[in-house]
């Protein structure tokens, strides 16, 4: 047999075996194309090997060199396909098998918001003091966010410039009766009284709507949590212990409690409430004994129950406990800063 025949039914061989070792799937195939290939009896290859003998004696060094590249060279393809089928990650890019022992697909667990979550611990606290939940409208009227709250129409408090009023309406006349998102939940401590006898004991919280610019300390939209606790001969101390007993539980360790003087409509005497944490008086919100106007209007008789009343700001709750320094960070939604919580 001439050279050029040899080494040109070799290249024939090398070109079927890639693509054939190319096509392999499964270690099944994968064997029985080694046997046609390499197999030590019928394998092709041995078969090309038995017609090197019939090469002329003068050429057969080049004849077994190139015999000897294209033995190495299907015995590569076989080996890396046997590689390939054994090792998982490519196993599973070519759907050939399954492997239980590779790492799952990893979810993105959703959660709920920073301010829910606090909303959620704040009412687990104080139902733990007796208080349970109550819930009022964001949308309210004149009556309920103002004038049975002891917030005459003359107040400064009703300014169209520090409240969302809706419409046309002029806060000022009081004729028309303006709707507003309520700027406080004092509101809901009205609907309470109005629908339920005395003794009471509730909190209620939600949002809040202020026309403020924001910034790091302030933003239009924010949540309060109001407490209301109405019942025979209830004084100050009792809110004083309702708040520290409060901060201690959301806050941890021993904290204090301090009332400045202060004014509400609603409340008489009004304090401003602030508890001691790391060294320093942090600002809680406003309290006060609920005034007898109050009590009249929801149809209460003042000589018989009082109670205490008292607005906390959830955000700075929440700002506090988490070393949180921009009150905006909770409402742009970025997931990088809401995934921490
Ligand atoms: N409503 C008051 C505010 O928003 C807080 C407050 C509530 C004060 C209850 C006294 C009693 O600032």
Known sequence: MALSDFVSQLDQLIADAKNAFE???????????????????????????????T????????????FNEVKQT??????????????????????????????GVKFRLGRLHPITQTIEELKDIMGRLGFSVADGPEIEDDWHNFEALNIPHEHPARDPLDNFYLGTANANTGGDKPLLLRSQTSTVQIRVMESTPPPIRIISLGRVYRPDTADAT???????????????SVTMADLKS????????YLGGDVSIRFRPSFFPFTEPSVEADYFWNDTWVEFGGA????????????YDPEE?????????????CMRRHG???IREFYKNDVRFLEQF
């Open 23 to 53: 096509e392999v799937g499964d270690i099944a195939s994968l064997e029985e194309t080694r046997v046609e290939f390499l197999g030590a009896k019928n394998g092709r290859l041995k078969a090309a090997q038995k017609l090197m003998g």
């Open 55 to 66: 090469v002329d004696k003068a050429d057969k060094p080049t004849a077994g060199k190139k």
């Open 74 to 103: 299907i015995e590569a393809a076989f080996q890396s396909k046997k590689e390939l089928l054994g090792d998982p990650a490519a196993a599973k890019k070519s759907g050939a098998t399954f492997d239980p022992t590779l790492p």
């Open 218 to 232: 302030h933003y239009p939209m924010f949540h309060q949590m109001e407490g209301l606790l109405i019942d025979r």
């Open 242 to 249: 309702v708040l520290r007993l409060f901060a201690v539980s």
């Open 288 to 299: 006060g004994m609920v005034d007898p106007n109050v009590l009249r209007a929801v149809g």
């Open 305 to 317: 129950v009082t109670g205490f009343a008292f607005g906390l700001g959830v955000e700075r709750l």
């Open 324 to 326: 949180i320094t921009d």
